[in-house]
């Protein structure tokens, strides 16, 4: 069996153009070298590896989906292998491509960058922001390699190591009569208006927490974004549950939040690297991996303890 890295890249190009078409444009080569290619890759490995659409393009079978996420890391090891060829006895080099959690992207991301070029100046890291879903999806199509995510519904194909536990907070306005207890019941916020993060998976478990609680939440506003969620809970539009707050209780607007830790022990939820088990880390992606360990543990960065929000800012 004889297929070459070109024909793999045609094949993942492909794939995520969606049609061989747009794959030649993306590559600059022609249409019909990048279908001859396709043609003999499948005649040579016996499968269909692409779905023909007449005048719609194309869509991976079940065993092109597979074939593709492998050919994906097999054209990451060439990358690094070229790479280190060219600098025997020098630090790592490499292109790596991170998931992350938006809300966990936006509180750990940045000082976890910076830290890491300062220490791996050769590696370069490209970063995938996503809701868990689009997490998940990541490392099983192979676009991603590791991810910085929540531990809630991680399927059996992929494997996680957790850094630390993020328990439940409530946010409300910084004016709000309850902003400074030490802690508030759930129950008390029955009546009032909750702001929900309407992503897949963190919506099921923030309904977690109210059946928990043996209460019915009155959702008055459902978004994707969280700092559209504290310009509404600042503004007095009600309240709402994080478990990754920002260390500032400043909203993009001037608003001003406060957050109080809940006083039920509800499920918390954890800070994880996750990958895709059938898979090992590539040396560069292994090395992230061992950097962000190293950042949430004791001394680190985000050290135990040292992550706690802020409660209400001066004014």
Known sequence: MRFSLRALRYVVETADAGSVTEAAKRLNVSQPSISAALSQLEAELGVQIFIRHLAKGVTLSPAGQR??????????????????????????????????????????????????????????????????????????????????????????????????????????????????????????????PFILLDLPHSRDYFASLFTASGIEPRISFRTRSFELIRGLIGNGQGYSIHNAVPRTTIGYDGSRVAVVPITEKLPATHVMALRLKRHALRPAVQTFADYARDAFAVGGQFAPGSIAPARVDAA
């Open 67 to 192: 074939l593709v996420n492998d050919a994906r890391l097999l054209l990451a090891h060439a990358r690094d292998f070229a790479q280190s060829a060219q600098s025997l006895g020098s630090t790592l080099h490499g292109e790596i491509v991170v998931g992350s959690f938006s809300t966990l992207a936006t509180r750990f991301m940045p000082g976890l960058l910076s830290g890491f070029r300062e220490c791996q100046p050769g590696i370069s890291v490209k970063l995938e922001e996503g809701d868990q879903q689009e997490i998940i999806d990541g490392l099983v199509s192979g676009r991603t390699e590791l991810a910085l995510s929540y531990s809630f519904a991680v399927p059996d194909e992929i494997v996680g190591e957790k850094f630390c536990e993020l328990p439940p907070f409530i946010v409300l306005s910084a004016d709000h009569p309850l902003a400074n207890r030490s802690s508030i019941s759930l129950t008390e916020m029955r009546d009032e």
